[in-house]
Protein backbone atom coordinates (compact mmCIF):
# COMPACT_ATOMS: atom_id res chain seq x y z
CA UNK A 1 0.00 0.00 0.00
CA UNK A 2 2.35 3.03 -0.95
CA UNK A 3 0.88 6.01 0.72
CA UNK A 4 2.71 9.60 1.33
CA UNK A 5 2.94 9.98 5.54
CA UNK A 6 2.16 12.97 6.48
CA UNK A 7 1.72 12.35 9.93
CA UNK A 8 2.96 9.27 12.55
CA UNK A 9 2.97 9.84 16.87
CA UNK A 10 3.58 7.15 19.31
CA UNK A 11 0.67 7.51 21.92
CA UNK A 12 -1.29 6.11 24.85
CA UNK A 13 -4.81 4.92 24.43
CA UNK A 14 -6.95 6.73 26.39
CA UNK A 15 -4.45 9.60 27.05
CA UNK A 16 -5.68 12.96 25.02
CA UNK A 17 -4.30 13.73 21.86
CA UNK A 18 -4.78 15.26 18.80
CA UNK A 19 -2.97 14.32 15.57
CA UNK A 20 -3.57 16.26 12.76
CA UNK A 21 -2.70 15.39 9.16
CA UNK A 22 -2.91 17.15 5.93
CA UNK A 23 -3.02 16.25 2.49
CA UNK A 24 0.34 17.04 0.26
CA UNK A 25 -1.67 18.85 -2.43
CA UNK A 26 -4.98 19.50 -1.58
CA UNK A 27 -7.02 21.81 0.83
CA UNK A 28 -7.83 19.03 3.01
CA UNK A 29 -7.13 17.63 6.23
CA UNK A 30 -7.89 14.59 8.69
CA UNK A 31 -7.10 14.38 12.10
CA UNK A 32 -7.05 11.65 14.62
CA UNK A 33 -8.53 11.98 18.22
CA UNK A 34 -8.47 10.52 21.37
CA UNK A 35 -10.75 12.36 24.28
CA UNK A 36 -9.81 10.08 26.68
CA UNK A 37 -12.72 7.61 26.37
CA UNK A 38 -13.01 7.44 22.51
CA UNK A 39 -10.99 7.57 19.69
CA UNK A 40 -12.05 9.36 16.37
CA UNK A 41 -10.67 9.91 12.88
CA UNK A 42 -11.77 13.45 11.22
CA UNK A 43 -12.36 14.34 7.73
CA UNK A 44 -11.75 18.20 7.30
CA UNK A 45 -12.45 20.63 4.88
CA UNK A 46 -11.02 24.19 6.07
CA UNK A 47 -12.39 26.06 3.52
CA UNK A 48 -15.90 24.31 4.34
CA UNK A 49 -18.38 27.74 5.24
CA UNK A 50 -19.89 26.43 8.68
CA UNK A 51 -18.15 23.55 10.04
CA UNK A 52 -14.96 22.16 8.61
CA UNK A 53 -15.70 18.46 9.80
CA UNK A 54 -16.86 16.82 7.26
CA UNK A 55 -17.26 13.73 8.48
CA UNK A 56 -16.83 11.64 11.54
CA UNK A 57 -15.88 7.78 12.01
CA UNK A 58 -15.88 5.95 15.03
CA UNK A 59 -12.33 4.22 15.75
CA UNK A 60 -12.52 2.66 19.39
CA UNK A 61 -13.94 3.31 22.66
CA UNK A 62 -10.93 2.88 25.09
CA UNK A 63 -12.59 1.18 27.64
CA UNK A 64 -12.67 -1.90 24.36
CA UNK A 65 -9.30 -1.55 23.36
CA UNK A 66 -7.13 -4.51 25.51
CA UNK A 67 -3.48 -3.19 25.45
CA UNK A 68 -4.26 0.48 26.25
CA UNK A 69 -1.58 0.29 28.92
CA UNK A 70 0.96 -0.56 25.41
CA UNK A 71 2.02 2.16 23.08
CA UNK A 72 0.69 2.21 20.42
CA UNK A 73 2.01 4.27 16.49
CA UNK A 74 -0.55 6.10 14.66
CA UNK A 75 0.27 6.73 11.25
CA UNK A 76 -2.02 8.84 8.77
CA UNK A 77 -0.74 8.23 4.93
CA UNK A 78 -2.46 9.83 2.02
CA UNK A 79 -2.90 8.34 -1.93
CA UNK A 80 -0.57 9.63 -4.47
CA UNK A 81 -3.20 11.73 -5.71
CA UNK A 82 -4.13 13.43 -2.31
CA UNK A 83 -7.62 12.55 -2.40
CA UNK A 84 -7.41 9.38 -0.22
CA UNK A 85 -6.57 9.31 3.16
CA UNK A 86 -5.90 5.61 5.68
CA UNK A 87 -5.37 5.76 9.45
CA UNK A 88 -3.24 3.30 10.44
CA UNK A 89 -2.63 2.25 14.49
CA UNK A 90 -0.02 -0.43 14.52
CA UNK A 91 0.21 -0.67 11.12
CA UNK A 92 -3.46 -2.30 10.74
CA UNK A 93 -5.88 0.02 8.78
CA UNK A 94 -8.40 1.30 10.76
CA UNK A 95 -10.26 3.71 8.34
CA UNK A 96 -10.83 5.41 5.29
CA UNK A 97 -11.64 8.45 3.52
CA UNK A 98 -12.09 9.18 0.53
CA UNK A 99 -12.63 12.06 -0.08
CA UNK A 100 -13.56 12.29 -4.38
CA UNK A 101 -16.42 9.85 -3.23
CA UNK A 102 -17.19 11.88 -0.31
CA UNK A 103 -17.23 8.55 1.63
CA UNK A 104 -15.98 7.25 4.68
CA UNK A 105 -15.47 3.34 5.61
CA UNK A 106 -14.24 2.31 8.87
CA UNK A 107 -13.65 -1.14 11.14
CA UNK A 108 -16.85 -0.56 13.65
CA UNK A 109 -18.86 0.68 10.84
CA UNK A 110 -20.40 3.84 13.26
CA UNK A 111 -21.80 6.22 13.77
CA UNK A 112 -24.67 5.78 11.65
CA UNK A 113 -24.55 7.79 8.09
CA UNK A 114 -26.92 10.99 8.45
CA UNK A 115 -29.26 11.69 6.50
CA UNK A 116 -28.79 15.01 6.31
CA UNK A 117 -24.51 14.38 5.52
CA UNK A 118 -23.61 16.55 2.81
CA UNK A 119 -21.29 13.26 2.79
CA UNK A 120 -22.81 10.03 0.80
CA UNK A 121 -25.26 8.44 2.32
CA UNK A 122 -23.59 4.77 1.56
CA UNK A 123 -22.98 2.59 4.79
CA UNK A 124 -19.60 3.17 6.81
CA UNK A 125 -19.34 -0.84 7.23
CA UNK A 126 -15.38 -1.51 6.55
CA UNK A 127 -14.58 -3.23 2.94
CA UNK A 128 -11.12 -4.57 2.34
CA UNK A 129 -11.58 -3.18 -1.21
CA UNK A 130 -10.66 0.10 0.21
CA UNK A 131 -6.97 -0.62 1.07
CA UNK A 132 -6.95 -0.98 -2.81
CA UNK A 133 -7.78 2.62 -2.90
CA UNK A 134 -3.96 3.04 -2.27
CA UNK A 135 -2.83 0.92 -4.95
Not at 65 to 83: E, L, T
Request: net charge negative.
Amino acid sequence: MPIILTAEEEILVGHDVVIEAPSPDTRFVTAFEDDGETGYFYAIDPQSEGNAIQDALHIYDVASVADRSKPSMVRIGWSQDSSKAVLLINDYPHAVFDFTARQGQCRTGFPPVRQDSTWSNQHRAWDDGAIALFA
